[in-house]
T-cell receptor, first 111, second 111 residues
């Protein structure tokens, strides 16, 4: 079954420390994965997609098919990175596809 | 552009009452979605639409109905509200499945 697992509900780091938000997936085909972010009092928004291999706000994520993972990383966390992060998997099981979201990880960056 | 708007922002219902949540988007998007967000459960897809006049079931469709009579609007109905439907409801729209623009959410409490 298609599934996205984010093992950490809460991740707390100090400013300037590296951060890694874990995401593992289960998918029978070729996966397409994304990270969404929700800052306090803001709407959920797309952060990055694996296919574009870009760095957004200093964050990167590499798809590792062998480990079925798509971890989100940033070398030096900033206080403004504090937010709720959701990993999402494109599911083509329906007629047009839809996103399957993980349960989310709350990142707290302390000063 | 207003983006994605949701009406109402808050609502309290008694068990058995009915209500309709309205989602409107002004970006001419084909895809529209309704999610519910519960603590520790992340975002779960209720229903979605790939175009005017179409609807499809998501992960948790029971107890909800939807309609997409106009391209810009996606309505979510609760015919007989239950306490288990207490949640925050998010609407989203997108030109592509993976890039979804979210509304601000509707906080619904069923007593």
């Amino acid at each position: 079954a298609q599934r996205v697992t984010q093992p950490e509900k809460l991740l707390s780091v100090f400013k300037g420390a590296p951060v890694e938000l874990k995401c593992n997936y289960s998918y029978s085909g070729s996966p397409e994965l994304f990270w969404y972010v929700q800052y306090s009092r803001q709407r959920l928004q797309l952060l990055l997609r694996h296919i574009s291999r870009e760095s957004i706000k200093g964050f990167t994520a590499d798809l590792n098919k062998g480990e079925t993972s798509f971890h989100l990383k940033k070398p030096f966390a900033q206080e403004e990175d504090s937010a709720m992060y959701y990993c999402a998997l494109m599911n083509y099981g329906g007629s047009q596809g839809n996103l399957i979201f993980g349960k989310g990880t709350k990142l707290s960056v302390k000063p | 552009n207003a983006g994605v708007t949701q009406t109402p922002k808050f609502r309290v219902l008694k068990t058995g009452q009915s209500m309709t949540l309205l989602c409107a988007q002004d970006m001419n998007h084909e895809y529209m979605y309704w999610y519910r967000q519960d603590p520790g459960m992340g975002l779960r897809l209720i229903h979605y639409s790939v175009g005017e006049g179409t609807t499809a079931k998501g992960e948790v469709p029971d107890g909800y109905n939807v309609s997409r009579l106009k391209k810009q609007n996606f309505l979510l109905g609760l015919e007989s509200a239950a306490p288990s439907q207490t949640s925050v409801y998010f609407c989203a729209s997108g030109r592509w499945v993976y890039e979804q623009y979210f509304g601000p959410g509707t906080r619904l409490t069923v007593t």
